[in-house]
């Protein structure tokens, strides 16, 4: 079966500090990945997705970036934090080619920039 | 302007009460709607509605759509405290690569 590891947990970052996040994927191939942000109170907003290695999209400009090194790691990244980036972070995945299925999500990334 | 609306935000019920949440949605090129369970961390897929008046139920979990009206409505019979997460909405367009826009979300709590 399929599951999706997101990690850390938490995290409590400076402003000014930079900041990696990294999302896997076991149990399938070529998957298209999601970084969703939820800041409290909102719903997610779609930050990045990519349909393969080293293709990316960015769905708003923002103080953060994806990358894709491996099929099936997803990596969320800034150089350096702001306050507004705090907020849970939630990587995804779902089935290339099968474009009318869910989302399945990891357990996320709650990050606090003090 | 939001295109996936839930409401209400919050509700607070007893335990065997009956609830109904509701998501509005407006988007181009419409292919399906989903909803989703969010109690601390990931998000749990329920449902995902394509075609309008064909109910989706698993338990005491039911939904609807209404593609004419544009909207979703998720009913949750003899409500348990275990019921108590946020709800979330989503709708996916036709385009590449399967992203989901979601609403704001409904917080529902099931006191005992």
């Known amino acids: 079966s399929q599951t999706i590891h997101q990690w850390p947990a938490t995290l409590v970052q400076p402003v000014g500090s930079p900041l990696s996040l990294e999302c896997t994927v076991e149990?399938?191939?070529?998957?298209?990945l999601y970084w969703y942000r939820q800041a409290a109170g909102r719903g997610l907003q779609l930050l990045f997705y990519s349909v393969g290695i080293g293709q990316i999209s960015s769905e708003v400009p923002q103080n953060l970036s994806a990358s894709r090194p491996q099929d099936r790691q997803f990596i969320l990244s800034s150089k350096k934090l702001l306050l507004s980036d705090s907020g849970f972070y939630l990587c995804?995945?779902?089935?290339?080619?099968?474009?009318?299925?869910?989302?399945?999500f990891g357990n996320g990334t709650r990050l606090t920039v003090t | 302007e939001d295109k996936v609306v839930q409401s209400p935000l919050s509700l607070v019920v007893h335990e065997g009460d009956t609830v109904t949440l509701n998501c509005s949605y407006e988007?181009?090129?419409?292919?399906?709607l989903l909803w989703y369970k969010q109690e601390k961390k990931a998000p749990t897929f329920l449902f995902m509605l394509t075609s309008s008046g064909i109910e989706k139920k698993s338990g005491r979990l039911s939904s609807i759509l209404d593609k004419k009206e544009l909207f979703s409505i998720l009913n949750i019979t003899a409500t348990q405290t275990g019921d108590s997460a946020v709800y979330l909405c989503?709708?996916?367009?036709?385009?590449?690569?399967?992203?989901?826009?979601f609403g704001a979300g409904t917080i529902l709590r099931v006191k005992s």
């Open positions: 989503a709708v996916d367009e036709v385009e590449y690569g399967n992203k989901l826009v």
């Open positions: 988007v181009t090129n419409f292919r399906s």
């Open positions: 995804a995945w779902s089935p290339r080619g099968l474009d009318n299925s869910p989302l399945h």
């Open positions: 149990g399938t191939s070529n998957p298209n």
